[in-house]
């Protein structure tokens, strides 16, 4: 079945940085955008970055643009999101999703990974 | 930015009770572009309803989407006890995606 699978989440200092990893199963990974989606404890959902199926396009959310970088492996599979100079407010679950056949929405989640910036 | 206004915060309603969720955009969103999400405590988003009126797979029918230019509804007819959660409406444009805050559906 389709499956996305995050890891690489933990504690980190403000002004550290730390890269996550989605491992994509059950699907063309390589045919498919890729987005980063992020949950802050107790808010909603914040949109963080999308990559095309061939990583020629990148997308970012203002609050991530120049620290956080999206990119993808597809020989292996997995999707990346490199964060840099991270801040208190960068705390949360971060998810990766599948873009759907459709531009506009997101079909398959993963169960997130949680990433703590605190000194 | 396409910002989404979900409203009410939260709705207490009874099982077997209808709900009916407002999701108003600052610009007009087309509705190929607007979907809705359901989270329960601990999980991760799960797709209900996209194109504004379509349902995902599996989705029940007692779950349905409706609304075009700045307002959208998503309606449950009929509340299971499973369908207490929170619900997120989202739009795509000009290569940048946003969510509404959220609307709590809650056990009265």
């Known amino acids: 079945q389709v499956q996305l699978v995050e890891s690489g989440g933990g504690v980190v200092q403000p002004g550290g940085s730390l890269r996550l990893s989605c491992a994509a199963s059950?699907?063309?990974?390589?045919?498919?955008?890729m987005h980063w989606v992020r949950q802050a404890p107790g808010k909603g959902l914040e949109w963080v970055a999308f990559?095309?199926?061939?990583?020629?396009?990148?997308y970012y959310a203002d609050s991530v643009k120049g620290r956080f970088t999206i990119s993808r492996d597809n020989s292996k599979n997995t999707l990346y999101l490199q964060m840099n100079s991270l801040r208190a407010e960068d705390t949360a679950v971060y998810y990766c999703?599948?873009?759907?056949?459709?531009?506009?929405?997101?079909?398959?989640w993963g169960k997130g990974t949680t990433v703590t910036v605190s000194s | 930015e396409i910002v989404l206004t979900q409203s009410p915060g939260t709705l207490s309603l009874s099982p077997g009770e209808r709900a009916t969720l407002s999701c108003r955009a600052s610009q007009s969103v087309s509705s190929s572009y607007l979907a809705w999400y359901q989270q329960k405590p601990g999980q991760a988003p799960r797709l209900l309803i996209y194109g504004a009126s379509s349902r995902a797979t599996g989705i029940p029918d007692r779950f349905s989407g409706s609304g075009s230019g700045t307002d959208f509804t998503l309606t449950i007819s009929r509340l299971e006890p499973e369908d207490f959660a929170v619900y997120y409406c989202?739009?795509?444009?000009?290569?940048?995606?946003?969510f509404g805050q959220g609307t709590k559906v809650e056990i009265k």
């Open positions: 990559i095309r199926y061939d990583g020629s396009n990148k």
């Open positions: 999703a599948k873009r759907a056949a459709a531009p506009s929405y997101m079909d398959v």
């Open positions: 989202q739009q795509y444009g000009s290569s940048s995606w946003t």
């Open positions: 059950g699907f063309t990974f390589s045919s498919y955008g």
